[in-house]
């Protein structure tokens, strides 16, 4: 299983990125998917989630109303879209996937984890 995370970059403050994550190795639209992050000097924790065919989304109180998370089942991808970025948002980014459902995303325990890809956000 391969979950390759893309997308990140350099940003102002108030800016937008995508990230993308394309998966491999395993049937995507039976795998509940989601996004960490993991800034400087702190642990990773969970960004937002997403159900197997998208009827379902969960996001940290952090991201609510800015980030958005999507799929595309027919292109194996994974979206995340974020909006008016700041400083605190500045994060390596992960992509998860986990079988079992939604449960084990949110909690950190997916059964597999992505490369991250950087977001830096400047003032």
């Known amino acids: 299983v391969q979950l390759q995370a893309s997308g990140g970059g350099l940003v102002q403050a108030g800016g937008s990125l995508r990230l993308s994550c394309a998966a491999s190795?395993?049937?995507?639209?039976?795998?509940?998917m989601g996004w960490f992050r993991q800034g400087p000097g702190k642990e990773r924790e969970f960004v937002a989630a997403i159900s197997r065919f998208g009827s379902s989304t969960y996001y940290s109180d952090s991201v609510k109303g800015r980030f958005t998370i999507s799929r595309d089942n027919a292109k194996n991808t994974l979206y995340l879209q974020m909006n008016s970025l700041n400083l605190e948002d500045t994060a390596v980014y992960y992509c998860?996937?986990?079988?079992?459902?939604?449960?084990?995303?949110?909690?950190?325990?997916?059964?597999?984890w992505g490369q991250g890809t950087q977001v830096t956000v400047s003032s």
């Open positions: 998860a996937a986990d079988l079992s459902g939604l449960g084990r995303i949110t909690s950190g325990e997916p059964d597999y």
């Open positions: 190795g395993l049937t995507f639209s039976w795998y509940a």
